[in-house]
């Protein structure tokens, strides 16, 4: 039976406050500290790693957690989830976006047809779409191939599948895959899609309108604009536009597209890279095959966080170590510093996974919570990072967690041997580096010199950037976002927070204004 | 006579923690909100204005305020800094990034040079060099005209470069001024660099190298990938190479290059955007008259941040407000949300002035300091925001001060009418509507969709976004900070807290490692 509890009224969680704190950077600190980045670790999807040595716990902390997550039956809900309970229940709708990868559980019937099976069936449509553009079966009005990809989408239409594209760009290049250049058009600001459309050959390129409900602002603004675009150039937006909706939109039926593939209540926004708002642009850039080990890179992680052993689940150890951080430690925001030019957008897209998702006050219940949420999720790559706000994570007041992500090597494999190392050995020796100064810091004569360390980070190690171990890194942080919510007893997949400016957004463009409102309505000359 | 103390030390510190808190949603409802719209408005340079009627704050707490930044002598050490004095004592420097742009107060002799005829000459300099450049008179061996910058840097020479270049390049298209593409280098990662190499035509390629000390690991790592892929080509790195280095670095003197640009050591890479670390870059690719006028704007609002009286001096209230916030209110973290795509980066490198400034621990004698100082920074573009962690910032537990940014008109000017209002109108029309949602909240029977108000933010409005209001944006911020680390007693203007990573960084590739470190070297495979 499931118990959906405040964490606060978990006896585990009295037991976890009250043990003793860990100091890390003595822990860390000789044998010891090797002793634990060998036995801190449990293998991934994907050919990963997650090692969680220079996290502030101990085997005492740890055993807490893994009772608190006993106790908060955090794996039990996930599989209520995966076989298909009303999760989000204040919009009263399933959670499925694992099923778009793989049939974890029981089949789900929802809607009246059999889920997996409806993700399937869109998944083939869309790899037999591509491949007709990809033979040049499908072409432009003049019988030319279409070139690029144009996907036209905001928030989780946007961010996930750009932050997915550009981690395997130069992949798919390197290897033989790349097919289709992508670009994005998500902003409503006129700019956005002026600089996009002068980027690129119009005539060439294939549009995909993304948008769930087909009636987000933003999207349906910007592909007016591409279609008046089109017709300018003389070209027929019927023939250059896709839609990616669900079957009940207004999108979903029309003829002003070449094709449209589908997707539906069930699958959040930011949840939806592995699905056709993924798929779609992915597959046509990539090729079918590559969006396919993607999703099962997703699919493999999915299984390990099925795991009841809290040692051998690398999403349930991250969540709760997240969550004692947060609430016992009382550590403000979170940093995502992966070690890798590719992954230049992927904090941008689990700064919506998190924020969005635990980002509430409220329980699912709709009763105040008294504990901290979701922090704030801030990240940019490193070695970069470390020559921007580093200074903070190392000096400042406030300890931010850190998340580190590596890969042994390099994607595109040219590389430069420079004072006997290559840039590549530089990267991962700047990583490790990175951790240890953290954790342990340095005693110094100036005090200004001085690094307390005592600051707890984690890391994900890969051998490469592939589409496996892209899709396990997904799927890892979504799950670990899933297991965080059931613990602090949010629903984490409504967003009801973005809905008074979109309210207010429209009263100010129909002059409904007055107060403050209208104040700011003259001042922006609108 | 300056008094350099710390905050806590101040009577009107204390004053300030005594005054009753501001209720924002009571505040900015009604005609009290219209009137604080109006009234709480300074202008800026560049045709900009800065407004925090949204703040949290009313006349007494402005008043404390005011008084406060006196007690502190903030304009005062603001007037100490221009006219030269040793305001970076760690490392004993100057501190004259204003200078590069106009000359405030007395001269500044240093290195035995005036100072603002140094900086002026490397302009001119600058200048004439691009002027070679687009007039074809320096071309590549082959004699063609080159079409592309790329820019080797890394932290402060890479950010700000980069996100004023990005500010600025679809202006610049649309108002003739276009002359070449940037590209940037920055990552030791090596697909970075070979990513950018695949992306532009290398033979019509000129390549700035800008390291300040001319030993940063990254920067002359990717230099000689560079060179190597220019040797590869069969083409003279000579030929295709500019250095921007201070003068007694090893690059200054060296016939490696094509022409050398000089920065110098009172020019902390975050404060460099307006000087050549910038003005190499931004006048080849917008001609030296765009680098003046995104200059003339910058000396505009540095004169502006001397104003003694407080309501006038736009910089003194944003920081006076922040300090408020952080120390007094308790608030963690800020988010920068411009509402224009073309400052998509410009977050990225607040995130590095501000965070590497003031994220530190001691003060500026290096004694421990009991209160909160710089905060986390993040940011991305609205509306895309909204559609992400905006979430987190209306209904999640903590609040974040928000600063936004807004023009009335788009840069590119393509716009299009859709449901009668232009993309533009759109886009005012949504932060509009957010501030007020942030400010007022709105209840409702379900508490899921209760908005709690009482989110403060700052807005700062233009006409449009050109080099003068650019150039007006940086020195807000550059000032802003400033005055922070004044009031909070801090060097703003070293990063001590970067170098243990280096260290132990060389340490893991001359393998001289144990313990923990030598446990992640074996893991990351080096």
Chains 1, 2 share one sequence.
Not at 47 to 58: M, Q, R, S
Not at 232 to 258: F, I
Not at 323 to 334: D, F, H, I, Q, S
Not at 373 to 390: A, C, D, I, K
């Amino acid at each position: 039976m499931i118990r959906w509890e405040n964490l606060d009224k978990l006896g585990s969680y009295k037991k976890l406050q009250e043990l003793a704190k860990v100091d890390l950077a003595v822990e860390m600190s000789g044998e010891n500290g090797a002793e634990r980045v060998k036995s801190f670790s449990v293998p991934m999807a994907g050919g990963l790693v997650f090692n969680y040595a220079a996290k502030a716990v101990n085997k005492e902390v740890l055993e807490a957690l893994a009772d608190l997550a006993g106790e908060a039956q955090l794996v039990e809900k996930y599989r209520e989830l995966y076989n298909g309970a009303m999760i989000n229940t204040g919009e009263k709708r399933h959670v499925l976006h694992q099923l778009t990868r793989g049939q974890l559980g029981g089949d789900v019937i929802a809607d009246g047809v059999n889920k997996r099976e409806f993700y399937v069936r869109e998944q083939e449509k869309i790899a037999a779409f591509a491949k007709k553009v990809h033979d040049g079966e499908i072409t432009n009005a003049a019988g030319e191939t279409f070139t690029t990809v144009v996907q036209i989408g905001i928030g989780g239409s946007d961010l996930g599948p750009r932050a997915m594209y550009i981690a395997l760009e130069n992949w798919a290049k390197r290897n033989g895959f790349f097919k289709m250049e992508a670009k994005f058009i998500s902003n409503v600001d006129p700019d956005d899609a002026a600089a996009v459309l002068d980027s690129i050959n119009v005539s060439r390129a294939l549009f995909i309108l993304v948008s769930k409900s087909g009636t987000t602002l933003e999207t349906l603004t910007n592909e007016a604009f591409v279609k008046e675009a089109l017709r300018k150039r003389g070209l027929d937006p019927s023939k250059h536009m896709l839609a990616v909706t669900s079957e009940t939109s207004p999108l979903a039926s029309s003829s002003d597209y070449l094709a449209a593939f589908f997707m539906d209540d069930h699958i959040g926004g930011r949840y939806s890279s592995t699905s056709a708002v993924g798929g779609a642009m992915l597959s046509l850039c990539f090729g079918p095959d590559i969006f396919a080990r993607f999703l099962a890179g997703a699919a493999a992680e999915d299984k390990l966080s099925d795991e009841t052993d809290f040692y051998k689940n690398p999403e349930l150890i991250d969540a709760m170590i997240g969550v004692y951080e947060r609430n016992v430690l009382g550590m403000e925001a979170t940093a995502v510093l992966p070690y890798s030019q590719a992954l230049s957008r992927f904090p941008a897209h689990l700064q919506q996974a998190d924020m969005e998702s635990n980002g509430k006050s409220v329980n699912r219940f709709g009763e105040p919570v008294d504990y901290k949420t979701g922090p704030v999720l801030f990240g940019e790559p490193g070695t970069n990072g470390q020559h921007s706000f580093y200074q903070l994570l190392h000096q400042g007041k406030d300890i931010v967690p850190l998340q580190f992500i590596g890969f042994k090597n390099s994607q595109m494999g040219t590389d430069t041997l420079i004072q006997g190392t290559t840039s590549q050995q530089k990267l991962c020796a700047n990583v490790a580096a990175q951790i240890v100064a953290f954790a342990c810091g340095k005693d110094d004569e100036n005090p200004n010199k001085r690094f307390d360390g005592g600051r707890p980070s984690s890391i994900i190690i890969g051998e490469e950037l592939n589409p496996e171990a892209l899709g396990a890194l997904l799927a890892h942080f979504e799950n670990k976002i899933m297991f965080q919510g059931f613990a602090w007893n949010l629903n984490s997949f409504d967003q009801e927070g973005v809905q008074l400016g979109k309210v207010l957004a429209k009263k100010v463009l129909a002059h409904d204004t007055d107060g403050a409102l209208k104040g700011y309505s003259d001042l922006l000359g609108i």
